[in-house]
């Protein structure tokens, strides 16, 4: 992967930072997308100092043109895409009978319409070259009801399957698409749904009241777990796999 050009949406979060990192480290230089300019730029000039190629595009996902217009830019400055990670995400909380318009429409524009956005604009372009690799970061919730979630759960399920589907559209031109599924992630997201210091061993054990596994490893995940998912399904490595979902969640959802 050393001296390729990797797109990295919610380059500034816990995960998509991460994963940023784990690109640069191999080699990969990582034009990195978030919405918070502010934000992005403090954590473009921390991947630096740790040695990391990264280059900050302020950009909204939820914007098609604004998108388009990043990837162009990456391209003439940088180079041609060859990986990218669709990491950027929100999450809003509550009772779906009781959600607003507002938070569930706000909710897929980041978690799917994001996502279609971006992949759109780049796998065209991989299209055209005959290569190139995607990974989407979704959830396991995706796959196994959460209460409180219903928005984020439905949204992360529509991005899998717009990821899976594009990659059966696209694999006869050589690009992979998969998906990585991480449970409870030690990230800012998942620390604001704490209440208190009792949090994370709260998210460790489950909560039988709202049907919820704990995660039988006995320990949360780190976001240097999932970006590990992340730069496996991008690399040669996994040259044979596409239309995948790599869970990384401890055993949270058994397995299923």
Known sequence: MDGTIALVTGAAGGIGGAVARALGRRGVLVAAVDRDPEHLRRAVEELTAQGVKATAYPTDVTDSADVEATVERVEREL????????????????????????????????????????????????????????????????????????????????????????GLEVARHGIRCNVVAPGSTDTPMLRSMWHDESGPQASIRGNGETFRVGIPLGRLAQPWHIADAVVFLLSDEASHITLHTLTVDGGATLGV
């Open 79 to 166: 180079g041609p895409i060859g990986h990218l990670v669709n990491a950027a995400g929100v999450l809003r909380l509550g009772q779906a009978r009781e959600f607003s318009d507002e938070d569930w429409n706000a909710t897929f524009a980041v978690n799917a319409t994001g996502v279609f956005h971006v992949s759109r604009a780049v796998v065209n372009r991989m299209a055209e070259r005959a290569r190139g690799s995607l990974v989407t970061v979704a959830s396991n919730a995706a796959g196994t009801p959460r209460s409180d979630m219903s928005a984020y759960a439905a949204s992360k399920a529509a991005a899998t399957m717009f990821t899976k589907s594009l």
